[in-house]
């Protein structure tokens, strides 16, 4: 099987779609005669030309909604916000437009949209340029929200998103471009809304995704080194949730960590963490802990930002806890 | 007789001007008894009254083929109604009933007709000006020939993503005609205390390189007029045009507004003016209407209201599980 970095599987998986479907474009800043902000649509335009590959000037609002009005009449466009902070000057195009159009036209319009891009605390980028904002995108029906983890997720999962009937954020952390991995050619689909089971474990549900599976995976070894067998979900989706595979893990082991890189108070791994608590609290022998990131801005400083992360150590930690061990 | 003349030579046939004239009485009578509706609390929220309005919504969508589209801002009923969507569904959504044109889900501020090209009502100001940038992406993507009318108020002019969006259309050459409906108030906030400048067309023209019209967008023929000649250089392939289209509303920003920022007499100089009523004697003088048609309109416009009064009342309301429907395309899984 082909090995490809990241962003060359999500170059992959747009092609293949533009290939395939003529009412697939892209656009979005710097997506064309740059070759990509992030390298992500490097050669597209040469292989798709300037009709199908299109730059926007810096009008993040402007371009979401040419994108939307655009698919309520079919075309099934892919916005590449070159970072999800940036999506914030757009949020009013993506919740009260792309999610709800459907909604408030009594199912009349659809909106066939993938709004994609990087995302997340890369390295020296400050406050506004390290946003984690899966978990308000998540908060809002009528959007889908994924985020993959590997090389051949980001394929697979893209393309389910540019398939989809429905407006995906499709969130890509930024120091994932580069991480290398197996990838299946043509035809690989991944669904939407379902978890994937890293490593199958029975002492304690470790939940995570995107680049804190990479932590999660590292913490394993840890944990396995120290006789503990934790099960890894990455989750992948997380609107809608697969509630169903996180159940069925915790009904087996009794004991959940979330890890993740967003904020803790009201983040995702809260709404998780209540998901799973209605469902089988009974069965839970330990409370749920979460690993999130710090409750402060993200400082610049290369230090303090590495510890607002989800660390090995952090975890590990948290996973005693639920074990109550030292 | 009227002294009033409409300012353009006549772009209709008669039974086209007589089809107008019926249409803004329609819309008229629509809004009155939904106003009526609204204060026996059989409708909710917030309700934007079009009246005085009329012709510019009437004028536009009147040039308009079958396979166009249109979009506007939540004063909508008009534009629906100029459109061809039946008063049935429409007063109908106003009640919040199933068989509304949103299936009660969107109310007064989102009506919607796909058939028609109808692509809503839409409440957050100023942000569907980019959806009709995008509507014509999608024309001039297939190469067809069609246009998007996009309607929205002069407070829009000042949100941001107006000026992302023709900018774009501009640069794109991108089939969309935008039509300031400019009835002089942002909700209580006159043009002169919101815009620096009183001639929108150099904001929303001149800045971009695209032709501006400022017309007198009561005049139904004029406001026809200009519409198909912006419409016909979209449908050339030479991009957008802006029409800064005067006019004035009768009743306040929404049903809760007294419009106690504005003169009496101001609104009395409008209502001498009312545009269905020089419409009416443009066409008397043209000796394409009498006194029995207007009579015979009058009487048909009334009793079609009243059988959407009936309908909607009738109606069903949608079963309360309904809030889970129409949410996705793919089956919809609450997060609950």
Known sequence: MPVLAFREALNQAMSEEMERDD???????????????????????????????????????????????????????????????????????????????????GGQFAVPIVFRGSSGMAGCLAATHS???????????????VLPGTPAD???????????????????????????????????????????????????????????????????????DEGIDPEIIDLRTIRPLDIETLINSVVKTHRA???EEDWPYCGLGAG???????????????????????????????????????????????????LYKK | MSQVQTEAKPVVTRNQALGWLRQMMLIRRFEERAEMMYQKQKIGGFFHQYSGQEPVAVGSIGILREDDYLITAYRDHGHALARGMEAKPAMAELLGKATGCSKGKGGSMHFFDAEKGFLGGHAIVGSHIALAAGVAFAIKYRGGDQVCLCYLGDGAINQGVFHEALNMAAMWKLPVVYIVENNQYAMGTSLARS?????????????????GYSI????????????????NRARAGEGPSFIDAQTYRYKGHSISDPAKYRLKEELDEALKNDPIFVYANVLRDRNWIDDATIERFTEEVKQEIEESIEFAEQSEQPPLEAVYEDVTVAPFIPQE
Do not use: C
């Open chain 1, 131 to 145: 946003h984690r904002l899966e978990a308000w995108y998540a908060q809002i029906p009528g959007l889908t929200v």
């Open chain 1, 272 to 322: 998780i963490s209540d998901r799973i608590t209605q469902a089988v609290f009974d069965e839970l022998d330990a409370p749920i802990r979460r690993v999130a990131s710090k409750d402060a801005p993200i400082p610049y400083n290369r230090a303090m930002e590495a510890s607002m992360l989800p660390s090995v150590d952090r975890i590990v930690a948290q996973v005693k806890d639920v």
């Open chain 1, 154 to 224: 980001a394929k697979g999962l893209l393309k389910s998103a540019i398939r989809s009937d429905d407006p995906v954020v499709f969130i890509e952390h930024e120091n994932l471009y580069g991480e290398k991995g197996e990838v299946p050619e043509g035809e690989h689909i991944v669904p939407i809304g379902k978890a994937d089971i890293k490593r199958p474990g029975s002492d304690v549900t470790l939940i995570t995704y995107s680049r804190s599976l990479k932590t999660t995976l590292a913490a394993a070894e840890r944990l396995v």
């Open chain 2, 195 to 211: 815009s620096a400048l009183l001639d929108l067309t150099i904001r929303g023209a001149t800045a971009y390189g695209i032709p």
């Open chain 2, 216 to 231: 007198n967008g009561n005049d139904v023929e004029l406001m026809a007029e200009t519409a198909l000649e912006a419409v």
């Open chain 1, 23 to 105: 009412r697939v474009f892209l656009m979005g800043e710097e997506v064309a005669e740059y070759d990509g902000a992030y390298k992500v649509s490097q050669g597209m335009l040469s292989r798709f030309g300037p009709r199908r590959v299109i730059d926007t000037p810096i009008s993040e609002e402007g371009f979401a909604g040419i994108g939307i009005g655009a698919a309520m009449v079919g075309l099934r466009p892919i916005i590449e916000f070159m970072t999800f902070s940036f999506s914030l000057v757009a949020i009013d195009q993506i919740v009260n437009n792309a999610a709800n159009v459907r909604y408030m036209s």
């Open chain 1, 257 to 259: 960590v979330i890890i």
